[in-house]
């Protein structure tokens, strides 16, 4: 995985068809999505239950980029190991899922993967000031976790924060929660660079018509881009 600051589109798998994961991944990345996110939650930190390492395992050999693992669930480090092994290249962790994050970073790190912090809406940019060193991508939720399809929260200022903060250090700014073509254009003038979208790429869409996917991307790199047009 090497680092950039380009805009990047990251579709979650939440919205996808959950009987036809492997066509579906394969038709979001044909369409030109650049990281597949995969929504972990476990009925607990969350209250929604998707699906655990096992899925990440039997998916992975769809995937031909990034697979982002988002994990919604407490604790965390008990299964750091299962989600390296089912092949995450990225494995974010929220702040608020345990009081030991410094740990669970170190954990994520020494098991192989890029070491991702997720922030909820009511947790401050500066949760992340001592961590710095040790992620490699922050993730802004700009809606509560644990469904797709709701509201943005805007979290522009926050954004800006962690901007300032990060510098020239090779993090990440994700974002999680909204993002459509009229929020993408706020997120991405704020600083963030990897866009993750479940409605608002599978809307309209199926492996049976798989350029609705391509339309739907396009149009959310478009709006993020166009700021520096
Ligand atoms: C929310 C998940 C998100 C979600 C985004 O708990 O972490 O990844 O799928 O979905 P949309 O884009 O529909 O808000
Ligand atoms: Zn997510």
């Not at 994050?101 to 997720?118: F, W």
């Not at 949760?127 to 991508?137: G, K, N």
Request: charged share 15%.
């Amino acid at each position: 995985m090497t680092f950039d600051r380009k805009i990047k589109i990251a579709p979650s798998i939440l919205s996808a068809d959950f009987a036809n994961f492997g066509a579906e991944c394969q038709a979001i990345e044909a369409q030109g999505a650049d990281w597949v996110h995969v929504d972990v939650m476990d009925g607990h930190f969350v209250p929604n239950i998707t699906f655990g390492p096992a899925t990440c395992a039997a998916i992975r050999p769809h995937i031909k980029g990034v697979m982002d693992v988002h994990l919604m669930i407490a604790p965390v480090d008990p299964y750091i190991g299962d989600f390296a092994r089912a092949g995450a290249d990225v494995i974010t962790a929220h702040a608020e899922a345990g009081p030991h994050v410094h740990r669970t970073l170190q954990a994520i790190r020494s098991a192989g993967a890029k070491a991702g912090i997720a922030l909820n809406p009511g947790t401050p940019a500066g949760a992340v000031a001592e961590l710095l060193d040790m992620i490699d991508l922050v993730c802004v939720m700009t809606v509560n976790p644990g469904f797709g399809g709701q509201k943005f929260i805007d979290m522009t200022a926050k954004i800006h924060a962690l901007r300032d903060m990060i510098g020239e250090r090779p993090i990440h700014i994700e974002i999680d929660g909204g993002v459509d073509p009229v929020t993408a254009p706020l997120v991405a003038q704020a600083g963030a660079d990897v866009l993750v979208a479940g409605s608002a790429v599978f809307k309209g869409g199926s492996v049976g018509q798989p350029e609705v996917y391509g339309t739907n991307i396009r149009a959310i790199r478009a709006a993020a881009e166009g700021l520096y047009a």
